[in-house]
C-alpha cells in the first residue's frame, strides 16, 4: 500500500534538483476567516415558522431510527418510543435542553498543530472531496477508485495550503476488501499528510478505529483524545426521517469519545424531501435537529455541527442537480439556521457535471458562493467533486483550488489607510500619464494582486504558441507538477511502526466479518 510498500517520495533538499523552474503559486498556510456579515435570505418570522414546521415533525411525525441502543438513550431522556416501528418522537423541550449543552465553535487539532481545525464563528474551512467510488483524470480516464490514485489525491491536499482538511476517502479503494480498507485509508491520511481527516461512521468500528489511530499519531490516550479532538465525521441521515443501524453507532461512538460530528441530512427536492425549498427545509432542520439530540444524549457538550446538503433533482430524470440556484439559496438559508441555534455550520459546494468543465466550474462556483454568503465554517467536498459526487476528478481538483484561492482573496477586507489611498502617489503621476514606474507601485507590484495558478492571461497569439491549453489541459499539467513537488511530512518512526501494529492486529480481528 502507499506509504509502506511503496517507494516513498523524496523530501527536503533531495528533491531540489527535481522541481521546476518555480514552485506552483499558491496562497499561504492561514486561518481564513469571514469578515463580512451573512447573508440572510429569510426573514426572522420566516426562520420561526421553518423551526415550527421542524418541531411539528419531530413532535407529531417522528424519526425511524434503526438503532436499539439509540432507541434506548432517547427512551431513557423521555422521548416517545414505539419499537415496534422503531419511531421516536421528540418534544421541543428536549431539543432545547440538548442545545444548551452543545458549542457553538471548536478546534480539531491533527498531528502538526499547525493545522489546527477551527469550527465555528466566522473561520471557514475547505475540505478535499469524499467518498466517489470513480477517479478520473484526462490522460488515464475514469477509472474505479484505488489505494494508488487515494494516496496521489491525499498527496495533493497536503500540497495546497488552501485545502484545509481531508474528507472521507477521497475515492473508495476498491481493490482492497470493503471490511477493512478504512484502516488502510486512515494510515494514508496519517503518512501523507499531518492534517485532520474525517473518519467513516459506517459502524462503531470504522470509527473506533479512526480515533484509535489518530490518538497514536498524536501520543495521546483515548481519554486525551476525548478532551481535545482530532478527527470528525459526517452523519448522513437517510432522508426522510431515518437513521439507520451504522449511522447511528457511527454518530454516538464519535460522540461518545468526543470528536466532531456534522448531522447532515441528504435531502433533494422533489425526491427525498417536498418539491418545495421551504419543506425541504424544515425536514432537512427537523433531522439535523434529531442527531444532535442523540449526540447530547451520549455525552453531553459533545462537539457537533449543523450539517445541510439540499439541492434539488432534475424532474424530467429524477437524477440529483447541484450548483443550482435553489441549491444556493439552501447553503444560506441553512447558515441562517444553524446560526438560530447556535451551532458550527457544515455546507457544500457542488456540479453535476460529468467533467471538469466549464458546467463543472459554474455550477461548483454558484454552490461555493452560497457556502460562503451563508457562512459555513466547513465547506465539504470544495476540491475534485465530479460527476454529481461519483467520481473525484484530478483536473477538478486544480480548477476547485483556484476558485477556493479566488474567495480566498475576496474574503481579505479592504484596507484603507494614507499608504493605501496612494493620494501623494496619484498626485506625482502627470494626467495622462502612468502608475508603473511610480514608487508607490513599484514597493507593492509583487504583492499587489492575486496571481492565479491556472488562469491564462496572455495575449491570443502567445496563448497559441504557447500551445492553446485551455483551462482543462493547464490543470493536468499543474496536478502533475504538485506531485513532483509534494513533500512528505516527517513521521518519527516509532509512530509509524505503532499504526502499522495497530493495522495489522485489527486486520487479523476483523477477518471476514465486519469491523
Known amino acids: 500500500m502507499p506509504g509502506m510498500n511503496e517507494p516513498r517520495r523524496k523530501r527536503g533538499a533531495e528533491r531540489t534538483s527535481n522541481r521546476g523552474p518555480a514552485p506552483i503559486p499558491q496562497l499561504p498556510q492561514r486561518r481564513v476567516t469571514n469578515p463580512y456579515p451573512p447573508m440572510a435570505l429569510l426573514s426572522p418570522d420566516q426562520i420561526e415558522a421553518i423551526h415550527q414546521a421542524s418541531m411539528h415533525i419531530l413532535e407529531n411525525f417522528g424519526i425511524e431510527v434503526m438503532s436499539p ?33 452543545t458549542r457553538s465553535s471548536y478546534t480539531l487539532t491533527p498531528r502538526n498543530p499547525a493545522n489546527t481545525i477551527h469550527l465555528g464563528g466566522n473561520t471557514i474551512n475547505f475540505t478535499l472531496v469524499a467518498g466517489p467510488p470513480n477517479v478520473h483524470d484526462m490522460e488515464r480516464g475514469r477509472r474505479a477508485g484505488n489505494l494508488r490514485d487515494y494516496a496521489d489525491l491525499t498527496r495533493l491536499a497536503q ?44 459502524g462503531r468500528g470504522r470509527a473506533l478505529d479512526g480515533i484509535e489511530m489518530m490518538a497514536i499519531a498524536r501520543g495521546l490516550t483515548l481519554d486525551q483524545l476525548r478532551d481535545d479532538p482530532g478527527i470528525a465525521t459526517i452523519i448522513s441521515v437517510n432522508s426522510p426521517r431515518r437513521f439507520d443501524e451504522m449511522m447511528a453507532e457511527g454518530l454516538m461512538t464519535m460522540a461518545e469519545f468526543g470528536q466532531s460530528v456534522a448531522v447532515t441530512p441528504f435531502t433533494l427536492m422533489g425526491a427525498m424531501s417536498p418539491v418545495t425549498l421551504a419543506g425541504a427545509l424544515a425536514q432537512q432542520n427537523a433531522e439535523a435537529l434529531f442527531g444532535v439530540v442523540l449526540t447530547q444524549l451520549v455525552r453531553p457538550g459533545a462537539p457537533v455541527m449543523y450539517g445541510a446538503f439540499t439541492s434539488n433533482v432534475d424532474m424530467k430524470s429524477g437524477a440529483p442537480a447541484f450548483g443550482t440556484p435553489e441549491n444556493t439559496k439552501a447553503n444560506i438559508a441553512s447558515g441562517q439556521l444553524a446560526r438560530r441555534y447556535g451551532l458550527p455550520y457544515r455546507t457544500t459546494p457542488g456540479s453535476a457535471s460529468n467533467a471538469a468543465d466549464a458546467q463543472g466550474a459554474y455550477e461548483t462556483l454558484m454552490a461555493l458562493w452560497g457556502a460562503v454568503l451563508g457562512h459555513g465554517n466547513l465547506v465539504y467536498h470544495a476540491a475534485g467533486w465530479q460527476e454529481g459526487g461519483l467520481t473525484a476528478s484530478f483536473e477538478k481538483f486544480i480548477i476547485d483550488v483556484e476558485m477556493i484561492q479566488h474567495m480566498m482573496e475576496f474574503l481579505r477586507p479592504i484596507v484603507v489607510d494614507e499608504a493605501e489611498l496612494a493620494v501623494e502617489a496619484l498626485g506625482a503621476v502627470p494626467t495622462g500619464g502612468h502608475f508603473f514606474g511610480e514608487p508607490h507601485t513599484l514597493e507593492r ?9 491556472l ?10 504558441e504557447a500551445g492553446s491549453l485551455d483551462a482543462t489541459a493547464r490543470a493536468t499539467r499543474l496536478w502533475k507538477k504538485a506531485l513532483e513537488d509534494y513533500v512528505e511530512p516527517v513521521m518519527d518512526i516509532a509512530v509509524r511502526e505503532a499504526l502499522e501494529a495497530y493495522m495489522a492486529r485489527r486486520k487479523e480481528a476483523i477477518g471476514q466479518g465486519e469491523p
Not at 416517545?80 to 418522537?89: E, G, I, L, Q, T
Not at 507590484?445 to 495558478?453: D, H, L, V
Request: glycine share 4%.
Open 69 to 101: 441502543r439509540a432507541l434506548s438513550l432517547f427512551e431513557q431522556a423521555g422521548a416517545r418510543v414505539d419499537h415496534a416501528s422503531a419511531n421516536v418522537r421528540l418534544d421541543r423541550g428536549m431539543v432545547d435542553e440538548a442545545l444548551k449543552t
Open 455 to 464: 488562469s491564462n492571461w496572455q495575449n491570443f497569439e502567445a496563448w497559441q
Open 159 to 202: 500540497h495546497f495550503n488552501c485545502v484545509h482538511m481531508l474528507g472521507n476517502q477521497v475515492c473508495a479503494p476498491v481493490e482492497l476488501p470493503a471490511n477493512s480498507r478504512h484502516l488502510d485509508t486512515y494510515f494514508t491520511n496519517l503518512t501523507l499528510t499531518d492534517k485532520s481527516f474525517h473518519v467513516s461512521a459506517i
Open 445 to 453: 507590484y509583487a504583492t499587489a494582486f492575486y496571481q492565479p495558478m
